[in-house]
């Protein structure tokens, strides 16, 4: 039998095990050097400014917005596709959550669905570089300035993305990351808040300093469940544990997803893990993990152009693109095809595990009101699949990805074709 292949996999330095044992004999598992070092390197990376880690990217959000002392009640534009938890915490600090509708092609908000959405009482935005794709920055600021609202980038999915030669992170108020075991870099966990801003930097430090350290149980376990993560995610270790699991569901046509995110509910209070600080084992996995990035990201790159040029003829498939001016991460790579489910279900049969969307349609979640939006654009981007394409895939691999892909759309097409003609 050939390896299955995961749909995600972590980026991991080789040293985990070592740098994790050589930390715990000096005592520096939770607290340590490695943190601000951490800090300043990441800071430094982005050109400048400050930097401030956290237990998630989400509590570098809260404390931007809690920072930003935003008055309460005020709006706050999200894109209509983006994780549940960002708006959640927008509305646990007293804002309320408006979301716009993305362009179908990039899948992120425009200037033009962002000033349709301008009010009174709009006081922030968070453009959200969804998938690794920077938005259309310089319109989004310029818009948000002329109003004096406030801009918080979301690249939780973006390290390593460029805008006009400018890292993402660098180009509103302030920004967030996070360092989650899939993440463009994996810390385990984690997230930080960035901004030039040294008033709004020194009142975000406070508030995350203000919070207490992990204990060693938590650090361990986390440790240990992003170990694990890792491990069944190659293909070797994949085939024999959660692919076999995988495809009996499909072929039962139960779903398993939800058992893999993080249940959608009211944040109001906040859990007791996001009221911790960022560890310094994390820390220094992170450091060492910035020197690799850039070759991560370039090798992630390159297998996103072969599946392109694999898939980019193939009918009713629509790849995905950048424009000239900026640089895709290719955190997940995102393409339209026929017909959702029967590709998705056709190339888990044949051992390629397809995601199809683990972002939210927010204005369906009732959490939120199920505030009434026309979305097109966002509603029709939940149709799309996400392709392997991860830079610890090997090209043969990535070969064999692009061929189920193109030979399940093809058969789908035929039988589209065949039923069209009967007819």
Known sequence: MLNAISRYGARVIPNTMQLI????RKGQLIEGPHIADFESAFAARLGGGHAVTT?????????????????????????????????????????????????????????ETFARAITPRTVAVVPTHLWGLPCDMDE?????????????????????????????????????????????????????????????????KALAAAEPPPDRHTVQTRLWHGRVQRIATRPNTFTWTLFPLMYVCTRLHWSIDMYFWEPIRSLDPRPPDYKQRFSNVQAAIALEGLEYLDGWTKETQRHAARMSAALGDVPGVRVPTAPADRTHAYYQYCAYTPAREPVVEGCLRRGIDIETLHVDLCPDIDLFGRAPAAVPGARGATQTIQIPI?????????????????????????GIGAAVHQS
């Open 21 to 24: 044992g050589e930390l715990e």
């Open 55 to 111: 237990s998630y990217g989400r509590m570098a959000f809260y404390y931007i917005l809690k920072a930003m002392n935003l008055p309460k009640g005020g709006e706050i534009v999200f894109p209509a596709l983006t994780f549940w938890v960002m708006p959640e915490i927008a509305r646990v600090t007293g804002l309320t959550p408006v979301f716009v509708d993305v362009d179908p092609v990039s899948f992120n908000m425009t200037a």
């Open 390 to 414: 991860y830079e610890s895939l090997t090209e043969a691999h990535l070969d064999r990805v692009a061929y189920v892909v193109k030979d399940t759309v093809m058969t789908l097409n035929s």
């Open 140 to 204: 989004i600021v310029a818009m948000a300035n002329r109003r004096g609202i406030r801009v918080i980038e979301d690249c939780a999915h973006s390290l390593g993305a460029r805008y006009h030669d400018r890292p993402v992170g660098t180009l509103g108020d302030a920004a967030i990351f996070s360092f989650q075991t899939l993440k463009p870099l994996n810390a385990y966990g984690g997230g930080m808040a960035v901004t030039k801003d040294s008033g709004l930097a020194a009142r975000i």
